[in-house]
């Protein structure tokens, strides 16, 4: 099938072959650890200690990287840079010309910026080394319904249409004498002849895929059979309800503690 | 319970991945033109108005979800919640006939705009520590200045930009949905709110 514009990447490695199940378990509960772990360094351990080495398993380490920092960077910044350099009343540890770095702050941005970490880099080991369509027949197969398959799926197939029509309408009304550049007022009149467009003739096709839909028994009710087999085993599922497990007893560790 | 399984009829189902990818499309297009503004849930709530609130805060839950998790755009998952109840108040708005009138539709926008900003801010200071990333955080650079704290200065944020961007969103889906042909809408479970 076509791939969207998922992020995967396709890799022959053990995190590759791992049923999907498997890997979003661990996503989930690292996302929970996020919140219940305490301490502004506990994020950070997590991810050199599992995150890395397990993109590394998946052979994913450069592309991973580059997607973590892609994503946290921009984030990072404005923590240490807004919360650092303006927490009110806290007590200045580095001078930066008239404004001063604080304390509070940067306690507050290392934090921050860890649980944000840990976070997307769970979620971007998950979707880099799982096929998008796989997942949703994992979830299929455990009572997941089948319309909100059908949604996400779907959804992913055709985004890069979308964005290409986009970019057609955009040349188009350009090479029709749109200004794009300048002033605010002059890019804000630009949106009315892009996105009216887009949407109505987006729209109009619905229609067509739906009669299709329906032509293929898409409403009848009851199982449907998958073409894909997904290989699992004893020892994952003993070990995605490990997983799982982890994350209530995180909680109560990070209430506790 | 019938009519929530008459609103998610084969058309509506049809409609949402559509929906979903318009919000996606215009996103990101805003974005490359650097126009100060998200425009990110035209669809939402499109489907809102014409499916009905169930449908349109499905869609909204959704668009997020996908478009936070596929790694587009992380920054949209935690808001999810945010983007469901646009979904939700497009419905009633659709519903309520708002979007007959022009004024009442920059209303609807506006107290979406609201409502948006009041949820986001939570969510933004306890997942993001209170910046988005983004040039808006200028604003929140401002807000700080001036001695709020994190949740207020992320409300302030919001509250500067959200109505704006909802009410020109608002004001771009009842030019649509003019623009559609009767025929097209009447086949939709809301249509009765639009036409």
């Not at chain 1, 398959?149 to 979308?162: A, C, K, R």
């Not at chain 2, 425009?39 to 499905?58: E, K, M, Q, R």
């Not at chain 2, 909204?60 to 109840?85: E, H, K, M, T």
């Amino acid at each position: 099938m076509s791939q969207g514009f998922s992020l995967y990447l396709a890799r022959d490695s053990g995190l590759h072959r791992l049923h999907p199940l498997t890997k979003l378990s661990l996503a989930a509960t690292l996302l929970v650890a996020a919140f219940a772990l305490p301490g502004p360094w506990s994020s950070y351990a997590v991810f050199l200690l599992v995150l890395l080495p397990l993109a590394a398993w998946g052979k994913i380490l450069p592309g991973f990287l580059r997607s973590v920092a892609r994503s946290v960077l921009p984030f990072a910044i404005s923590l240490f840079l807004i919360q650092g350099l303006l927490w009110p009343g806290g007590s200045p540890v580095a001078w930066l010309g008239p404004l001063s770095l604080k304390a509070e702050g940067l306690a507050f941005a290392l934090a921050s910026t860890g649980r944000i970490l840990m976070i997307v880099s769970s979620f971007l080991l998950l979707a880099l080394s799982t096929r998008p369509d796989l997942l949703m027949i994992a979830l299929a197969q455990r009572g997941f319904p089948s319309t909100l398959s059908y949604i996400v799926v779907t959804t992913i197939q055709i985004v890069p249409y979308f964005q290409g029509k986009a970019r057609a309408i955009l040349d188009a009304q350009r090479s029709r004498g749109l200004e794009t550049e300048g002033g605010v007022r002059r890019r804000l009149r630009a949106l009315l002849p892009l996105v009216v467009p887009l949407v109505l003739s987006s729209i109009l096709d619905i229609e067509e895929r739906a009669i299709a839909l329906e032509a293929r028994a898409f409403g009848r009710r009851g199982t449907k059979t998958s073409l894909q087999v997904l290989p699992d085993s004893r020892a994952q599922s003993v070990l995605r309800w490990a997983i799982l497990a982890l994350a209530p007893l995180l909680l109560v560790a990070g209430l506790v503690l | 319970m019938a009519r929530m399984r008459q609103d998610f009829g084969t058309l509506t189902l049809v409609m949402i991945p559509v929906a979903i990818a318009i919000n996606i499309a215009v996103g990101q297009l805003i974005y490359s033109l650097k126009i100060p503004l998200y425009l990110d849930s035209i669809g939402t709530v499109l489907v809102g108005v014409l499916a009905g609130p169930w449908a349109g805060a499905l869609t909204g839950l959704l668009a997020n979800l996908i478009w936070g998790l596929s790694g587009l755009n992380v920054a949209y998952a935690p808001f999810a919640a945010v983007a469901a109840v646009i979904g939700l108040m497009a419905g009633l708005f659709g519903e309520g006939g708002w979007l007959r009138r022009w004024w009442k539709v920059i209303l609807a926008g506006l107290l979406t705009g609201l409502v948006a900003a009041a949820i986001s801010a939570p969510i933004s200071a306890y997942v993001f520590g209170g910046v988005t990333g983004s040039g808006q955080d200028v604003l929140v650079a401002m807000f700080r200045g001036m001695g709020l704290g994190i949740l207020p200065a992320s409300f302030g944020q919001g509250v500067t930009s959200d109505p704006l961007d909802k009410m020109v969103t608002y004001l771009l889906v009842w030019l649509i949905v003019r623009g559609l042909p009767s025929r097209f809408k009447a086949r939709f479970p809301r249509a009765g709110g639009v036409v």
